[in-house]
T-cell receptor, first 116, second 110 residues
Framework: DTGVSQNPRHKITKRGQNVTFRCDPI?????LYWYRQTLGQGPEFLTY????????KSRLLSDRFSAERPKGSFSTLEIQRTEQGDSAMYLC??????????????FGSGTQLSVL | DAKTTQPPSMDCAEGRAANLPCNHS???????VYWYRQIHSQGPQYIIH???NNETNEMASLIITEDRKSSTLILPHATLRDTAVYYC???????????FGTGTRLKVLA
């Protein structure tokens, strides 16, 4: 079990630039989540995938944000035309959903984005 | 909005039991209580969850009141490494809706 891996750990970018983050979930996990966390707050749900299907997006996820999970494996989160308000920790989590069982989320260490 | 209420911070002496309360007075019959913790600069880590009965695992114990309106997470012998923010979450099984509040910041003191 190698855990959930996120890259990069840190990203500094200038306002207006595009950034892309990658998440590699635990290999057999069929659900993948993206959360955003700002200082002093708990993680906020952004979106999630069941296998390759994106099933829900939060209203926090503006049109500048897009997430993909091709082939139901790794996922990418892209932010276009970054704004200073996008500065946050972006967390990825994965889980194995089996009908009738409860779910445990396994989180990565996150990508810290700073928009200058 | 599946809210829970937790104290913002608590201190605990090393080696003593840490008892972290959570209020979920409007919890529904099919909602579970989950606990996660987040150590500085890491992602949240699952601790334990329960529906009605008390639960225990290698990390902690979860005590849920009979009316299910509140619960307590117990770390039986707190260590310095247990210093973290602890989140109490209520959610239905298999849902994606894990709503994290601001949690309780536990500081374990030497």
């Amino acid at each position: 079990d190698t855990g959930v891996s996120q890259n990069p750990r840190h990203k500094i970018t200038k306002r207006g630039q595009n950034v892309t983050f990658r998440c590699d979930p635990i290999s057999e996990h069929n659900r993948l989540y993206w959360y955003r966390q700002t200082l002093g707050q708990g993680p906020e749900f952004l979106t999630y995938f069941q296998n390759e299907a994106q099933l829900e997006k939060s209203r926090l996820l503006s049109d500048r944000f897009s997430a993909e999970r091709p082939k139901g494996s790794f996922s990418t989160l892209e932010i276009q035309r970054t704004e200073q308000g996008d500065s946050a920790m972006y967390l990825c989590a994965s889980s194995l959903i089996i009908w009738g069982s409860t779910e445990k989320l396994f989180f990565g260490s996150g990508t810290q984005l700073s928009v200058l | 909005d599946a809210k829970t209420t937790q104290p913002p911070s608590m201190d605990c002496a090393e080696g003593r039991a840490a008892n972290l309360p959570c209020n979920h007075s409007t919890i529904s019959g099919n909602e579970y209580v989950y606990w996660y913790r987040q150590i500085h600069s890491q992602g949240p880590q699952y601790i334990i969850h329960g529906l009605k009965n008390n639960e225990t695992n290698e990390m902690a114990s979860l005590i849920i009141t009979e009316d299910r309106k509140s619960s307590t997470l117990i770390l039986p012998h707190a260590t310095l490494r247990d210093t973290a923010v602890y989140y109490c979450i209520r959610t239905t099984s298999g849902t994606y809706k894990y709503i994290f509040g601001t949690g309780t910041r536990l500081k374990v003191l030497a």
